[in-house]
């Protein structure tokens, strides 16, 4: 059987790996390439009249600037962050429920436009699903399942990586799946497959996943109060409650009701978890408004609540020959801090400026070098936002008095010291 030839196939076109393969199109090393992006579940819709989808995520500057340079690298496709359904947040408030702790930060105060923006799973995808359909180099490859992978015999030059893939097609007519297999080859492999990655395991690099002890519930909230575009969270000993600011119209239409309506991650233990999700809505919101202090009022489901066991995990190596993981496929967190896909979106970039620089001194794209250099810049980073997540989840859960009123004293102390409050704010945005 006669196989397509790709120099490069991304697996798994989550946010990650479709801004991976739109980034290389554009890039100067792969303007040129043929690139596949394999995916196997069709995009989803995102949710109108009125409705948030109830996945959200919290897009930090640095990400900002990848996104949009990838629309303005496509002639034809208006820029994810002129949508109306994008909510910049200008504030951030952090409490310890325990005590008196509180930390509060403030664009104004680092001479920014804001802290960063809320947007929803099925927004973003479509945005970048949208830049997709104007790029001419990309093979969209949806939907099909990575089944194999096979490697060409150590002499082999190109060629190096052969694809088994499961080509589901509908027969809209007689309304069923018809299922074929497929065989493409490439010289470089991007594994973007999640944190559950397949790739990962079939190419049996070594990673080593620990369980959270939470799971996270996430719904969508109608509050009494405006949102007053600020992300709140608040740290409890059973976990923290996030409430992200969300938006359906332009700012102006503020008064309609649009900054009335917040996502919530509620990471709990598991147990109490279980025990909210089988509380009546009515219930579940009674507790939400002790949860959050009654800070935004009284509280309504605007949406089914769907709840997710929360591991982290980390690959010991994010790179073989011709292989390189990015994502929740090297790396997943806690949600607690809204990095994961921050951090997926900085290897992106990574891998793209190590691939540029081999692709200057005329090195093929699979060249080892490139590869190891991209792991040498991301991994300590982030290995290093798994031990803070860790660290934060695990300070916010000692009960201890003297623990207590330490963690209390210090969230004083570090709201007045403006200095390395910014410097804090400033690398979660993605500035330093
Ligand atoms: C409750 C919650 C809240 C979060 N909030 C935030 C936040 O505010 N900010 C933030 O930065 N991060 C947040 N995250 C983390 C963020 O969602 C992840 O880091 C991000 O989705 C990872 O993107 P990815 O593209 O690497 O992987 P995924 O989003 O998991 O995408 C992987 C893709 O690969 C496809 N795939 C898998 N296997 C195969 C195969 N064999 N063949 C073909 N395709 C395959 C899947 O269908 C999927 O589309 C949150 C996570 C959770 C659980």
């Known amino acids: ?38 995916e196997s579940r069709p995009p989803r819709q995102a949710p109108t009249n009125g409705k948030f989808d109830t996945r959200v995520v919290a897009i930090n500057e640095s990400s900002r600037r990848l996104l949009d ?18 909510c910049p947040y200008y504030t951030m408030e952090v409490w310890d429920t325990a005590g008196s702790g509180h930390v509060r930060f403030d664009c104004a105060e680092l001479h920014h436009d804001n802290l960063g923006h809320i947007v929803e799973q099925s927004v973003l995808m479509a945005a970048l699903l949208d830049t997709l359909a104007n790029t001419k180099n990309v093979d969209f490859l949806c939907p099909h399942t990575v089944l ?24 809209k007519s007689a309304e069923t799946i018809a299922s074929e297999t497929t065989d493409i080859s490439a010289d470089l492999l991007i594994a973007a497959d999640g ?42 000993t059973t976990g923290p409650l996030a409430f992200l600011p969300l938006q359906a119209g332009p700012l102006t239409n503020s008064e309609t009701g649009d900054a009335q309506f917040v996502s919530i991650v509620w ?72 990095q994961g896909v921050n951090l997926g979106f900085s290897d992106v970039a990574a891998l793209i400026e190590e691939l540029n ?17 991209y792991q040498r810049r991301r991994k300590p980073e982030n290995r290093m936002a798994e031990i803070a997540m860790t660290a934060f989840k695990t300070l916010f859960e000692r009960e201890e008095l003297p623990v207590a009123v330490l963690r209390n004293q210090g969230m004083w102390v570090f709201n007045k010291a403006k200095g390395l409050k910014h410097t804090i704010i400033k690398r979660a945005m993605g500035l330093d």
């Open 357 to 373: 620089h081999g692709h200057e001194k005329a090195l093929p794209i699979y060249h080892p070098s490139a590869l190891k250099r």
């Open 1 to 38: 059987m006669s196989k397509t030839h790709y120099d490069i196939a991304v697996v798994g076109a989550g946010p990650v790996g479709l801004a991976a393969a739109l980034a290389l199109a554009q890039s100067p090393v792969g303007k040129s390439l043929k690139i596949a992006l394999i």
């Open 69 to 86: 340079s990838l629309s303005s690298g496509s002639p034809g496709t208006g820029s994810l962050f002129n949508s109306p359904r994008i």
């Open 267 to 338: 990471s709990q233990q598991h147990q109490r978890a279980e025990h909210l999700m089988e509380l009546s809505d009515q219930d579940f919101c009674r507790e939400l408004e002790l949860a959050s202090e009654h800070c935004l009022g009284s509280l309504q489901l605007a949406s089914q609540r769907i709840k997710a066991p929360l591991a982290q995990s980390h690959s010991d190596d994010y790179v073989q020959p011709s292989v390189a993981l990015l994502g929740d496929a090297a790396h997943a967190i806690h949600p607690l801090a809204g």
């Open 148 to 171: 194999d992978i096979q490697r060409a015999k150590p002499q082999a030059t190109s060629q190096a990586i052969t694809l088994k893939l499961d080509a589901n097609t509908l027969n």
């Open 195 to 236: 944190a559950r990655s397949q790739v990962r395991e079939h190419l049996g690099f070594t990673h080593h996943v620990s369980d959270t002890g939470h799971t996270a519930i996430v719904a969508t909230i109608k509050t009494e109060h405006p949102h007053a575009y600020s992300a709140r969270q608040w740290f409890s």
